[in-house]
C-alpha cells in the first residue's frame, strides 16, 4: 500500500452526505496522509470547513468560485465574505478559474472572478487550485502573471497542453492528475512524465472522474492509489515512490503542516 495526499476531493458534496464518514475512513485506510476539501462557492467552503473541523490533522479545506459560478458572484457583496473564509483557516484558494467548454459563465466576467480571486491569494498568500478548460491562452496569460508576483497554484486534473503545463512549471506552479490517467482513451503518457517530481500531484477530484476500475461508480478519496499507481507506471518507478512524492509537494503547496 502506498501513502499519499488526495489533493482535491469535493467531499463537502451532497454525494457524500449518507456516509462521508465511512467515506473518509477508508481513505485513511487506503493510505491517504490528508485529503483537500474543496470549497467551490462560499456554500460549498462552508460545509467543507465543517468537515475540516470534525477530522483536524487529516481534512483541509479551500475556498473559492468556480468559474460555472461566475456570473453569480458579485464581486462587492462576495469578496469580503471569500476573504473571510479565506483567513479562517483555507489551505487555498479555489476551485476558481476558466472554463470556455460549457461557458456556464460569460467569459469576461469567468476573468474578472478568477483575476479577483488571484489578487486575494497575493494579498494572503495563499496558493491557488486553478480549473481550466478549453481557455489555455487566458489561463496562461493569467497564471503566467501571477508567478511573476509571487503567486503559487495547481492546474488540478490537469488534461492540456504540454504547452501550457510548461509555462505553469515556469511559473512555479504544480500540475495534478486525476483518475483520467486510467481511462482507455488516456494516451498523453509524455505529459505525466513532463511534470518535475517536486511539481507532481494527485487527486480524486471525487465524487467526479473515479478510476479504472471503478469508472462510472461515485468516486472517492480511497482510490487516488489508482491514479498514483498510473502514475508511477509512465513514470517507470513505483507506487510508494510517487505516493511518497505526491503527499511531500501536497505538504509543501498547502502548507498541510503548519
Not at 456516509?19 to 462552508?46: K, N, P, Y
Not at 503566467?144 to 506552479?173: E, I, K, N, P, Q
Not at 509524455?190 to 478510476?211: G, T
Request: with cysteine; hydrophobic share 45%.
Amino acid at each position: 500500500m502506498s501513502l499519499f495526499v488526495d489533493s482535491h476531493a469535493h467531499l463537502a458534496d451532497a454525494a457524500f452526505d449518507a456516509d462521508r464518514a465511512e467515506v473518509i475512513q477508508r481513505a485513511r485506510a487506503a493510505g491517504a496522509q490528508a485529503v483537500v476539501c474543496i470549497g467551490e462557492s462560499l456554500e460549498a467552503a462552508a460545509r467543507a470547513r465543517a468537515i475540516a473541523a470534525d477530522h483536524p490533522g487529516f481534512i483541509f479545506w479551500t475556498a473559492g468560485v468556480h468559474p460555472h459560478d461566475a456570473a453569480s458572484f458579485v464581486p462587492k457583496r462576495d469578496l469580503p465574505l471569500l476573504e473571510e473564509k479565506l483567513r479562517s483557516g483555507a489551505r487555498a484558494v479555489g476551485e476558481c478559474g476558466l472554463d470556455y467548454h460549457y461557458d456556464n459563465s460569460p467569459r469576461e466576467i469567468q476573468r474578472e472572478a478568477f483575476a479577483a480571486q488571484l489578487d486575494i491569494a497575493l494579498r494572503l498568500s495563499l496558493p491557488v487550485v486553478v480549473h481550466t478548460r478549453e481557455a489555455e491562452d487566458d489561463t496562461r496569460a493569467l497564471i503566467s502573471a501571477a508567478g511573476r508576483s509571487g503567486v503559487v497554484g495547481v492546474l488540478h486534473c490537469y488534461t492540456g497542453s504540454h504547452s501550457l503545463a510548461r509555462d505553469a512549471l515556469d511559473a512555479g506552479w504544480y500540475v495534478s492528475f486525476s483518475g483520467i490517467v486510467t481511462f482507455k482513451k488516456w494516451v498523453d503518457d509524455e505529459l505525466l512524465r513532463l511534470i518535475p517530481d517536486d511539481y507532481l500531484l494527485a487527486e480524486s477530484d471525487s465524487p467526479y472522474l473515479a478510476p479504472v476500475p471503478y469508472r462510472g461508480k461515485r468516486n472517492e478519496p480511497a482510490w487516488v492509489d489508482f491514479t498514483v499507481a498510473r502514475l508511477a507506471a509512465a513514470r517507470k518507478t513505483t507506487a510508494e515512490m510517487i505516493g511518497a512524492q505526491v503527499a511531500a509537494n501536497a505538504h509543501r503547496l498547502f502548507s498541510l503542516d503548519g
